[in-house]
């Protein structure tokens, strides 16, 4: 029973233009969604996160949107860039289990020139 | 200066050996997990501490066993290694002050392959 889907495995992007990861959820327990960033033989590092109190929260080139009705969050990257490359992982935990988080399976991005 | 050091990187090793995968990190955090990516790149938790204390044990054979020697170490101990533990193991921390400080590090994650 996967609670947490990132329907897409790849996607391909010219450099210089948006990328669009989405993650869907099941658990309407869910509060908080965070986005890992996985390069090749490396652990996952923190992206960013969105708490359900908020629909938007930007970072930079990062933005995260979080439609709680769809139970889908997605994750918008601009301009890409070729060193944004990478597998990217949604996850979600619940505020009465903060310990845990269930990931998605990822979806791999490639950025090209 | 790594933060969340795993070794070994790669473990290969025979069905039914028991082998330890050890996990440090230096931030002070009172959390610590592992992780484990199957083939389909499904990350999923297998068990949380909280200041050596176990929180989390989700449904895993019981020939894994974590062991805390202190709040900055959570090693993992397969016992009987079987085809099907193949994957890629990941640890973790975090500081675990609250609902919204559920980022963690992770480690750079440990290849096992049963053979």
């Known amino acids: 029973d996967q609670q947490v889907k990132q329907n897409s495995p790849s996607l391909s992007v010219q450099e210089g233009r948006i990328s669009i990861l989405n993650c869907d959820y099941t658990?309407?327990?869910?509060?908080?969604f965070l986005w890992y960033k996985k390069y090749p033989a490396e652990g996952p590092t923190f992206l960013i996160s969105i708490s359900s109190i908020k629909d938007k929260n930007e970072d930079g080139r990062f933005t995260v949107f979080l439609n709680k009705s769809a139970k889908h969050l997605s994750l918008h990257i601009v301009p890409s860039q070729p060193g944004d490359s990478a597998v990217y992982f949604c996850a979600a935990s619940a505020s009465y289990n903060t310990d845990k988080l269930i990931f998605g399976t990822g979806t791999r991005l490639q950025v090209f020139p | 200066d790594t933060a969340v050091s795993q070794t070994p990187k790669y473990l290969v090793t025979q069905m039914g050996n028991d082998k330890s995968i050890k996990c440090e990190q230096n931030l002070g955090h009172d959390t610590m997990y592992w992780y484990k990516q199957d083939s389909k790149k499904f990350l999923k938790i297998m068990f949380s501490?909280?200041?050596?204390?176990?929180?989390i044990n989700e449904t895993v054979p019981n020939r894994f066993s974590p062991k805390s020697p202190d709040k900055a170490h959570l090693n993992l101990h397969i016992n009987s290694l079987e085809l099907g533990d193949s994957a890629v193991y990941f640890c973790a921390s975090s500081q675990d002050s609250g609902p919204w400080s559920t980022e963690a590090f992770f480690g750079q994650g440990t290849r096992l392959t049963v053979v």
């Open positions: 501490y909280n200041n050596k204390e176990l929180i």
């Open positions: 658990n309407s327990m869910f509060d908080y």
